[in-house]
T-cell receptor, first 112, second 110 residues
Framework: GDSVTQMEGPVTLSEEAFLTINCTYT??????LFWYVQYPGEGLQLLLK?????DKGSNKGFEATYRKETTSFHLEKGSVQVSDSAVYFCAPASGGSYIPTFGRGTSLIVHP | KAGVTQTPRYLIKTRGQQVTLSCSPISGHRSVSWYQQTPGQGLQFLFE???????NKGNFPGRFSGRQFSNSRSEMNVSTLELGDSALYLCASSLLDEQFFGPGTRLTVL
């Protein structure tokens, strides 16, 4: 089955700092790739996705590029805000039903 | 458009009891998936239902079961609760490849 490796957190940054959260995956075939975010006390929300090699997903200033050759989908943001503090999950989804396999999640803490 | 709703939001049970959790998907979504989230194991897939049929299943014991109704609402049941079943149970509905999550049901087993 699919598997995901995410960098361990917590990642602690000051406001306006640059963010990178690394994600590598193993999957059957050519999965769709997703980043989900979970704010405290809430369920997960889709942050962005990419469905084929070299696609770049983007949303709310976050970006990630589907790198088939390195099986990676690293999340980046140029300038983080306190409101970005949350747990971020990388998730490939293979097969017809698109059930994602979630990484362990990376906690991001942004200080003012 | 209303989001995914889960009831109840919080639940406290004792070992050996059983529990039923409910999930109402977004209108028009026919696929409903269930996940267990714990600090130790992270987010683990339980099962997925599509048009009242279980389409995918994770690696959980038979004490965990589910069903889906004709209106796409879904329930999951855990019988003979164990302390290790304490977790946040998340339901997600989907139309294509995106999952839309509810806020979860926090189950505490004493």
């Amino acid at each position: 089955g699919d598997s995901v490796t995410q960098m361990e957190g917590p990642v602690t940054l000051s406001e306006e700092a640059f963010l990178t959260i690394n994600c590598t995956y193993t999957a059957t075939g050519y999965p769709s790739l997703f980043w989900y975010v979970q704010y405290p006390g809430e369920g997960l929300q889709l942050l962005l996705k990419a469905t084929k090699a070299d696609d770049k997903g983007s949303n709310k200033g976050f970006e990630a590029t589907y790198r088939k050759e390195t099986t990676s989908f690293h999340l980046e943001k140029g300038s983080v805000q306190v409101s970005d503090s949350a747990v971020y999950f990388c998730a490939p989804a293979s097969g017809g039903s698109y059930i994602p396999t979630f990484g362990r999640g990376t906690s991001l803490i942004v200080h003012p | 458009k209303a989001g995914v709703t889960q009831t109840p939001r919080y639940l406290i049970k004792t070992r050996g009891q059983q529990v039923t959790l409910s999930c109402s998907p977004i209108s028009g979504h026919r696929s409903v998936s269930w996940y267990q989230q714990t600090p130790g194991q992270g987010l683990q897939f339980l099962f997925e239902y599509f048009s009242e049929t279980q389409r995918n299943k994770g690696n959980f014991p038979g004490r965990f079961s589910g069903r889906q109704f004709s209106n796409s609402r879904s329930e999951m049941n855990v019988s003979t609760l164990e302390l290790g079943d304490s977790a946040l149970y998340l339901c997600a509905s989907s139309l294509l490849d995106e999952q839309f999550f509810g806020p979860g049901t926090r189950l505490t087993v004493l």
